[in-house]
Structure formats: C-alpha cells, structure tokens
C-alpha cells in the first residue's frame, strides 16, 4: 500500500534552516513525480516544490526560489525538501504527495493533480 511519511519539520528562527524529509513505501518511488506542499492555519494548501519522475526536473514557487532545494533518492525511496534562509511566513504544516500524473499538469503546483499524500509535519520560524 502506498504511503508517504514526512518528517524532520520543528521549530526554527528566521534565516535558519531545516531540511524535511519524506519517506515512500508500498510503491516504486521512482514512477511517481512528488510534491511539496503547505497549508497555514486558515490558509488553502498551495505547492512549495516539485519533482519529476523522469529526469528530476524541478520546479519551484516563486517566494521559496533561491531558498528550498528539494532532491530525492529512489534507492533510498526518498524525497527531500531543504529549507535555507527561512522566514516567519513560511510556517505552516508541510506535506509531500506523489502522482503518475504527467509533468505539464505536476508543476502546475495543484494539490488536485496529486493523489497520494503524507499526514504532514510542522515547520515553525520565529524568533
């Protein structure tokens, strides 16, 4: 069964950094394209990153460019997300998703394109 289970998110000043990980089970990572996501409190869900499946393509939100670097590791069946330079509006829970969804409609960074999604973990920056 197809799982994703996010970690290493906490409590950070701003500018310092945090790197998430994801961990996949029950599927071959290597299919998927993945996704980082966020969602503040009172706030919609809205895309952090992507990566593809194919040739590790990726893309970033234009406020996180510069910042997060997300990578994976299909032999380790993970994915990562590193978090540089952070910034109190950064602080929301982070989820990974994964779909077999093409590029063109992954890097859109819509949540509705994914179907697979882990139970999130926090990130907080404040002073």
């Known amino acids: 069964q197809l799982q994703l289970v996010e970690s290493g998110g906490g409590l950070v000043q701003p500018g310092g950094s945090l790197r998430l990980s994801c961990a996949a089970s029950g599927f071959t990572l290597n299919y998927y394209n993945i996704g980082w996501f966020r969602q503040a409190p009172g706030k919609e869900r809205e895309g952090v990153s ?52 093409s590029w063109a409609a992954i890097r859109t960074m819509s949540p509705m394109n994914f179907g697979s999604w882990g139970q999130g973990t926090q990130v907080t920056v404040s002073s």
Do not use: H, W
Request: net charge positive; charged share 25%.
């Open 50 to 101: 992507c990566i593809s499946s194919s040739d590790g393509s990726t893309y970033y939100r234009d406020s996180v460019k510069g910042r997060f670097t997300i990578s994976r590791d299909n032999a380790k069946k993970m994915v990562y997300l590193q978090m540089n330079s952070l910034k109190p509006e950064d602080t929301a829970v982070y989820y990974c998703a994964a779909t077999l969804g």
